[in-house]
């Protein structure tokens, strides 16, 4: 039977809340030079988008914005604006990429499954190169759920070219999106903590690491290995 994993993409294979930060940074002083507004004033914009964006911006909280502070700009122009700066602030480390085609070589399926508006991730997929190292992608947006619904993960799993019996890993950042949702798919799930403890409530992944790149590392030792298997 043949291997497979699914890899989130916000967070597991690109950091994407530092460039969250740094575009944050990078808007809020441009709002301070181009509309005068106060540092206080600036600071509680970069609060709230730090808050509001945190678990994933979507083209709606553009309208507040723009609202809140009267731009000009219309929240289309401001959704598309932000996320192709974000996707020239992310990047897959190359180890990663190389870890990816690793696991294809020996055999492994390799896809990606994100939640999030098509528009947007697929920027980043392409922009960072992992379209080339994987054999499928899924984005909830193009099918109107998101993970942890089972829809999703099967339809991620059906891309890939997977037959029912294939022995199949999730590898997230989400406790509930990604491993709960995986462990509910029927999957084995590597939980990438980023060095945070795990949160609870609720069964904890099968294996914890600190990064992709280290999830891959786990990944290859299994080959041959029982433990792999369902």
Not at 149 to 159: H, L, S
């Amino acid at each position: 039977m043949r291997r497979f994993v699914l890899f989130d993409l916000d967070d597991t294979l690109i950091d994407r809340q530092r460039a969250l930060r740094t575009w944050i940074a990078d808007f809020g002083a441009k709002l301070r030079l181009g509309a005068g507004l106060s540092a206080q004033a600036g600071a509680d914009v970069e609060a709230w988008l730090g808050e509001t964006f945190a678990a994933g911006a979507r083209p709606w909280h553009f309208q507040t914005l723009r609202e809140r502070l009267a731009l000009a700009e219309s929240a289309d122009q401001l959704w598309r604006r932000y996320y192709l700066d974000l996707a020239e602030r992310v990047h897959c480390p190359p180890a990663v990429l190389a870890g990816l085609d690793e696991l294809r070589d020996r055999g492994w399926a390799v896809g990606v499954l994100t939640n999030g508006p098509v528009d947007a991730q697929q920027v980043k997929l392409r922009r960072t190169g992992i379209v080339e190292h994987v054999d499928a992608w899924c984005i909830s947006g193009e099918l109107g759920v998101h993970k942890p619904d089972a829809a999703v993960f099967a339809e991620a799993i059906r891309r890939c070219g997977i037959p029912e019996d294939g022995v199949g890993w999730m590898v997230g950042d989400n406790p509930v999106a990604d491993i709960g949702g995986g462990r509910a798919a029927g999957l084995r799930t590597i939980w990438i903590s980023g060095g945070r403890p795990w949160p609870g409530p609720g069964p904890d992944a099968d294996l914890t690491v600190p990064d992709a790149a280290a999830a891959i590392r786990v990944l290859l030792t299994l080959d041959g290995d029982a433990s792999a298997r369902r």
